[in-house]
């Protein structure tokens, strides 16, 4: 059974940075895609960004230059170094991962940015 544990989540005033963590456990293979979803109260869940097992990266256009994601293939973990942060990133934010048709989702982890 795979199962992923977002970590870093907290509150931050505007301007700040946070690192999230998730990592994966339970699974023996390297993931083919991992990522970071966001879902602020009464919105829909939108991607934040993805990253490939080698390496390829996209990320949402309201978090590019702010925002870099990044995994450890060996410890099957990925990051999100948020910077910059802003008050419209207030979101739970949800760690993802794929391999081949299999789809495994984190329990989320709120982020909070004041003004």
């Known amino acids: 059974q795979v199962h992923l544990e977002e970590s870093g989540g907290g509150s931050v005033q505007a301007g700040g940075s946070l690192r999230l963590s998730c990592e994966a456990s339970?699974?023996?293979?390297?993931?083919?895609?991992m990522g970071w979803y966001r879902q602020a109260p009464g919105k829909q869940r939108e991607l934040v960004a993805t990253i490939t097992s080698g390496g390829g990266t996209n990320y949402a256009d309201s978090v590019k230059g702010r925002f870099t994601i990044s995994r450890d293939n060996r410890k099957n973990t990925v990051y999100l170094q948020m910077s910059s942060l802003k008050p419209e990133d207030t979101a739970v934010y949800y760690c993802?991962?794929?391999?081949?048709?299999?789809?495994?989702w984190g329990q989320g982890t709120q982020v909070t940015v004041s003004s």
């Open positions: 993802k991962a794929n391999r081949f048709v299999s789809v495994f």
């Open positions: 339970g699974s023996i293979g390297v993931f083919t895609t």
